[in-house]
């Protein structure tokens, strides 16, 4: 069997939810001159909420105006106005046990998104979800398709993307990937035609069908969308950040760092990516002092705690140990959080200032980078290929303390120059020297 990736559009294809937006922008535009009628407002449906609005007011104060009252009322009626529709649970299950990556992309924000997706019994049904705080650039844009191709590691030939607006056939085609109009959401027939689905719908239990197509004859698009760097926020999962454009950093070095950030269990995790952007239930719980539920935030964030403590440390012994410090922190910790970063940063960011303290404390000072190119020697009797991952582990856990910590932090963990500053003390230049002197270093030790 071929395993596909299906991605899934979420309000208009997995969950009625029409009537609620529409009622929402009514409620936030009440009283004003301008404002949309609701065939004018459908057509928007699909992009970000901010892009909708702007097309109404001039400036960035009356948008957060207009945001405001809008989730007041998305608020008060999400649950009352939203719900599955017909077969979309036992359609996702299907795909779930038939071996399939399943996937959402949405430009929904990740709190409406969670409190959806909870509601209507969808909760655990996809291994990644992309919402509209991940990527910079949105639908009908390909990038948020793109992102969650790059997080299940799989290729456009193998993915399609179903979707109810012209908005999403617009980026499944951009990101050349096949794609399946849903005619059961707001836009009609012939708007949907003149985007040139591959496939049409008519109901969700279509799927299996259109599933069975594609993993004969994988999708060619006639115009394949070029796998460029993507304009990322920050807080984005490795398969993203570890994208860069400096000239020396070839195609070959960077996938074999990606594929380091792939292997690790969290980014497949069959969940709602609570390693991603999602604040999940259990987090919920555990906050609340709920043993078993920390228990299982444990058991979703641990290999990417202990990779990462392994990777600072260069010890795997030290990073077992380090690593039981972070989970006891974090449930200290976990009354405070407050979802305005991803969880997932946040554990990784507790992860990294335990490291940092256990060095301190044990009287290790930050270490500065080593000129000498000498300073990663690779075991003699082990021949070194570029193409092996393994090659790639040993030689960062070779590299210089300093230029490691950094080295992991940015292109393995994805965070940014400013960030690093703020957590080792250092200036971002400083933080960029190191990065780029970790490169160099890597670089050659892989080509001997």
């Known amino acids: 069997m071929t395993r596909l990736a299906l991605l899934f559009d979420l309000d208009g294809t997995l969950i009625d939810s029409i009537q609620l937006l529409l009622e929402c922008a009514e409620f936030a535009f009440a009283g004003r001159s301008r404002a949309p009628t609701r065939a004018q407002w459908t057509a928007g449906i699909g992009t970000p909420l901010r892009t909708q609005l702007a097309e109404w007011t001039d400036t960035d104060a009356d948008i957060d105006a207009l945001v405001d009252r809008y989730r007041v009322y998305q608020d008060a009626n999400l649950e009352r106005l939203t719900s599955a529709f017909p077969s979309v649970l036992d359609t996702l299950a299907w795909a779930r046990t038939a071996g399939h990556a399943t996937g959402l992309v949405t430009s929904k924000g990740r709190i409406m998104t969670a409190r959806s997706l909870a509601h209507v019994g969808l909760a ?3 291994h990644t979800i992309v919402t509209y705080e991940e990527t910079a650039r949105h639908k009908p844009l390909a990038d948020p398709v793109l992102l969650a191709l790059e997080r299940l590691g799989i290729a456009p030939s193998h993915a399609l993307y179903v979707g109810d607006s012209t908005h999403d056939m617009h980026a499944g085609n951009a990101a050349g990937v096949a794609t399946a109009a849903a005619q059961w959401g707001p836009f009609s027939r012939a708007e949907l035609e003149a985007t040139n689905p ?5 109901k969700m239990s279509d799927l299996p069908a259109i599933v069975a197509m594609l993993g004969i004859h994988p999708w060619s698009s006639p115009d394949p969308y070029p796998l460029i760097p993507i304009p990322c926020r920050s807080n984005l999962s490795p398969p993203c950040a570890l994208q860069s454009s400096d000239s020396f ?11 380091i950030a792939r292997s ?3 980014s497949v995790t069959p969940t709602i990516d609570a390693a991603t952007v999602l604040i999940s239930a259990d987090v919920l719980a555990a906050a609340a002092g709920d043993r078993r539920a920390f228990e299982r935030v444990y058991r979703v964030h641990v290999d990417r705690v202990f990779s990462i403590c392994t990777r600072m440390l260069g010890d795997r012994v030290a990073a077992e140990e380090v690593t039981q410090d972070v989970f006891v922190r974090v449930w200290e910790k976990l009354p405070g959080f407050r979802g305005d970063a991803a969880f997932s940063t946040w554990v990784h960011r507790v992860a990294v200032n335990v490291v ?3 060095r301190k404390t044990v009287g290790i000072q930050q270490a500065r980078m080593v000129n000498d190119e000498s300073a990663i020697k690779l075991a003699p009797s082990a021949p070194v290929s570029v193409g092996d991952r ?7 856990a070779r590299l210089p303390r300093g230029a490691r910590r950094i080295f ?5 963990e994805g965070f940014t120059h400013d960030e690093i ?4 003390g250092i200036t971002p230049g400083g933080s960029k020297a190191q990065l780029h002197r970790a490169r160099m270093l890597l670089r050659t030790a892989l080509s001997r």
């Open 124 to 126: 655990d049904a996809f």
């Open 198 to 202: 591959t496939y049409w719908m008519t």
């Open 249 to 259: 950093w070839d195609s070959m070095f960077a996938q074999q760092v990606t594929d």
């Open 264 to 266: 690790q269990p969290s």
């Open 356 to 358: 940092l303290t256990q």
């Open 390 to 396: 393994l090659d790639l582990e040993l030689a960062i």
């Open 408 to 412: 992991v932090l940015h292109d393995v």
């Open 421 to 424: 500053g703020v957590q080792l």
